[in-house]
């Protein structure tokens, strides 16, 4: 990867409502390290809203389920990642805001979560 190509994504990562505006998203990596605590369990919604959508991810109007994902199946591994792509360079959507609704990895409500080290958005090129 160019250091342009990452200048550019750190540059929309730091300021992702600039101009108040969507951003087309092509793919997004997630990374969890920690054995127990490195399985992925969460809903990645996204949402266009012009203002704050707060956190209410069960309004339809306001949020989009992007994926779910959940490793928790798996076997454990001191590390596991995610990348969260479109088949034939489409992108993912286009959003202002995301959300991550984790859940526990191990046990019930207030169990063990997931340790995430790096969550990372890239967006779509520009045509």
């Not at 969507?22 to 390290?33: E, L, P, Q, V």
């Not at 989009?64 to 479109?86: C, F, H, L, M, Q």
Request: net charge neutral; charged share 20%.
């Amino acid at each position: 990867m160019s250091s342009e190509r990452r200048d550019n994504e750190r540059n929309w990562a730091d300021s992702p409502t600039e101009g108040n505006t969507n951003k087309s998203i092509a793919r997004i990596n997630t990374y969890a390290s920690g054995n127990t605590r490195a399985r992925q369990s969460f809903v990645l919604y996204g949402s266009s809203a012009a203002s704050d959508p707060g956190w209410n991810v069960a309004d339809a109007t306001v949020f989009t389920p992007v994926i779910t994902v959940d490793s928790r199946s798996g076997e454990r591994t001191e590390y596991e990642a995610t990348s969260i792509r479109r088949s034939a360079g489409k992108p993912l959507g286009s959003f202002r805001w995301l959300v991550w609704a984790a859940s526990p990895t191990l046990g019930e409500i207030g169990g063990q979560n997931t340790t995430f080290e790096e969550m990372q958005v890239i967006p779509a090129a520009v045509k």
